[in-house]
């Protein structure tokens, strides 16, 4: 996996569903639905795998050092993961909704990569290994969605 995109779908302040769509290393994509009870789930697995992970991880090193990013190889999944994002559209949505539903899933922590064992509505099952970083960086990105959910919702206030 080199890197993803994702978007949520809100209403009344809340993520009713959130579409993830993972750039592999070898050119495809892989495409997930996450409704609410499963996508709030994932988000905890993954911020607590992320706050066990992050501290000494390349990614505080290029927080704390952004030079240390020149360092690393072309490969790495730091520089994939800006640089390999895919294009999430409206068809993409409506293909993960129709196949790719999750019902289920487990997360394997597996030290440096994060394993997403998904089992969809339509029984099929697939395993998302995720590097690290890319855990890391999707745990930005659902807190993200969850707080920009919340903004939607609020009642404009003061004078202009």
């Known amino acids: 996996m080199s890197s993803f ?15 993830i769509k993972y750039a592999m290393s070898a050119g495809s994509t892989r495409l997930s639905l996450w409704p609410q009870k499963q996508f709030l789930a ?3 697995c993954i911020e607590h795998y992320s706050g066990v992970h ?10 704390d050092d952004p030079g240390f990013a020149t360092g690393l190889a072309k490969r790495h999944p730091i520089h994939t993961m800006f640089g390999e994002r895919p294009a999430l ?3 993409d949505y409506l ?7 999750v019902a ?13 064992q998904c089992t969809f509505v339509n029984g099929s099952t697939r395993s998302d290994v995720l590097p690290a970083y890319i855990a890391m960086n999707l745990c930005g990105a659902l807190k993200a969605s969850i707080d920009m ?5 609020v009642n404009p206030a ?3």
Do not use: P, W
């Open 149 to 153: 959910s919340c903004l939607m919702t």
């Open 89 to 91: 559209v409206e068809q």
């Open 54 to 63: 992050y501290f000494g991880s390349d990614l505080q090193r290029v927080s």
């Open 104 to 116: 289920s899933f487990v997360v394997v922590d597996r030290g440096d990569i994060c394993c997403v």
């Open 5 to 19: 995109k994702s978007a949520f779908v809100g209403a009344q302040g809340e993520v009713s569903s959130i579409c």
């Open 158 to 160: 003061g004078s202009a």
């Open 42 to 44: 994932l988000y905890q």
């Open 95 to 101: 293909k993960a909704q129709e196949a790719f539903s």
